[in-house]
Structure formats: C-alpha cells, structure tokens
C-alpha cells in the first residue's frame, strides 16, 4: 500500500515532469500517487509556480490520470500560509487535497518575506532583523503561524510541522528537548487535534542529510500517537527517485511508537491502510 501525496515536478522546484515521476510510481509498486507542487504566491518566488501555470497544471494531471493504469494519482497544491496574503482555502475546490505548510514567517525590513527554510545566510539574516537573534521568539512565531493556519484556513493535511528545526541539525540554535521548545510542538498538535486534520511525516530532511529525524520528530510523532492523530508518511519528492526514499526505516520506527496506519487517498476517499504489510 504505498504512496506518496507530497510530490514537486517541474512545475516548481522539482526535477522532472509529471508523467515521469507517474512512470516511477508505478515501477515502484505505488497505489496512490499525489502530485503538490507549490501553489503560485503573489511576490516573486524561485520554487513556486507561476500562476499563469495553474491550468495547465491542472489539465496535464488530468489527462495522465485517465491514462494510467496501476497507480491511482491526485491533484493537490503545497499552499502557503500568509496571513492575509494567501491559504490553502484559495485553492481547495479546484483540488482532491491540500497541504499547508509555513515557509516564510512575517517581512523584512526591505517588505521581503523571511524564508525560515532558505539559505542559512537568510535565516541568520531574519532572525537579526525580526526577533534580534532571540531564537524562541522566532520559533514561537513559526509555530504561532502554523496553529493560525490550522484553526482558521485548514488543510487536508500539515506539512513537515516542525521545519523550523533545518538548521538546527546539531542543536546549535536550541535544544529541541528544552520544555519551552516542546510546548510549542504540543500545542500545535493539540490544535491539529481539535480540527481533524492529518499528520504528515515526511521523510526529506533525512534523505537531505539536513535532519536525523522526521518531520515532525519522534518526540511530536508519540504526543500525536497518543493523541490519536491521523498520519500520512510522505517523501517531499522533488526527483522522481525519491518518491519513498527512507519509507522502510521510518515505518519501522513509526510502528515502534505505535502507528499502525497510514491515510492514503484509494478510490477517491480517505481510508487507514497498513504501513507495512506485517503491520496488520
């Protein structure tokens, strides 16, 4: 039963047209592939597609969805949240799902808005200019960002919930087991919780060599397992190669917290299917 719903062509950032990674897909066994490249953003941004692409976005998958045989595929976006800019709402009726994720918290001086996941020149820069150098501030704010979100403009599912820890690699910013850390992480998905939303754990800062965990971590994935939260096990895929990179190890661990399940879109509904097949 695998499947990857987090899925960058060369409509954004991704290397790669659609039909290719469809072709992987199905070479690799997959059910269910999402396609989610990142919905178009009213300023100017290098991996975002344009919005003059939208339709043909939406065309292309189409027809290779009526061509396919072995691999059921579904249309989604990778939506900002800005407040009062844009949200996955701006898009949801056109699509089978959404993911909604927070890569830029508030603007620079010069009206630029601040990449949390750019360059490390670029993070250094907003955490100066925005927060001056106080990291639990700025982390405060990402977090603060993504509840909003959550409560007021909800997605199909969150992603990589916790990215504010990319650079953050060998704890020198700030020790994610510090309590003022995991309160944000818990209150976030304590508010994930109340509105239903999905859980993704996504596996691409691992396979970047950027993290030692998913995200979100382990510690945030047994809180949401004990609160009972859907998960959905993605990749980020932006090469057609990466559709399920680190899926094996991930499941093992996810099913040594508990998870059992993973959400996957299979006949045009949301349904639990095992992680593994020895999962059951």
Known sequence: MLSNFHTHTNYCDGKGDAQTYAVRAETLGLTSLGFSSHAPLPFDCAWCMQESQLPEYLRALKTIRSQLKNVELYIGLEVDYIPNVTGPGKFRAELDYTIGSIHF????????????????????????????????????????????????????IVGHLDKIKIHNKHQSLFSESDDWYQQQVTQTLDELARQGAFLEVNTRGIYQGKTIEPYPGWRALLYAYQKKIPIVLNSDAHHPDQLIQEFLSVMQSLAKIGYRESMVLRQGSWQAVPLTPKAN
């Open 105 to 156: 918290a508030d603007q620079l001086p010069n009206t630029k808005h601040w990449e949390i996941d750019g360059s490390f020149e670029v993070f250094k820069e907003g955490l100066a200019l925005l927060f001056t150098n106080n990291i639990k501030d700025a982390v405060a704010r990402y977090f603060e960002l993504t509840r909003e979100m959550i409560r007021t403009d909800c997605p199909t």
